[in-house]
């Protein structure tokens, strides 16, 4: 199973990096809040492994609507809500024993049944998927996107708390909230960090930055997000002026030896 994962994963990473972090910080995520809840070991094994290949069906959406900095059409959003049935499609010949595609499939339904792709009600969507959403959403909006800065953790606990019930399980929410105030980082992590220090983690992430892809599905994004531009005019600037000095001073050496 390890190396299925590590195929899939090269796979995806070869055209989208970004989206192999994504699921690695996701996976972190889930994993600790269904910790948090108590399941079982067998459980969250599956869950790790679904968190690991969850937007494997983003392969099939183009770059060009993955990266896209405006808002989608209808038509884009459709077909951006075709990767978890494609991810469905691409596992289920290999049999994973459990839950696994099941949990890929519904991570993006939502208890109110507005998700997709088949708008399940609560009932009807499994409670590892459940908590892959909500860790979804929590990763997405705590990271920096090509159109945008990362959100922060506190907006994206106001996002799951405001939606608790409508869209989140709400034990799957408070147990993700119980958890940040418990202890944060066995919660985020490398997210936290990066939600908390932006700046920093625009200079040692800039190619996540370049990398093409979208954050939540359907999200409005007024165009692309300039921080990355900005660094690299200033480090360009920096690299003039220091090459200036240098002819200045190659200059002046010649001159006063010849
Ligand atoms: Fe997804």
Redesign the pocket.
Known sequence: MEAIIQVMESTIGARDPYTVDHQQRTTHIAVAIAQRMGLSEARIEELHVAGSL??LGKIAVPNEILSKPGKLTDLEFAIIKT??QVAYNILKPLEIPGQVTQIIMQ??ERINGSGYPHGLESREILLEAKILGVA?VVEAMCSHRPYRPALGIDKALEEISQKRGVLYDPEVVDSCLLLYQETPTALMGEVCQIARRPSEALESLPEKIDKPARGLPGEENPGRWRWQNLVTDQSRLAMHIATGVALGFCLVYVSRHL
Do not use: A, R
């Open positions: 969850h937007d990767h978890p991570h993006h979804d």
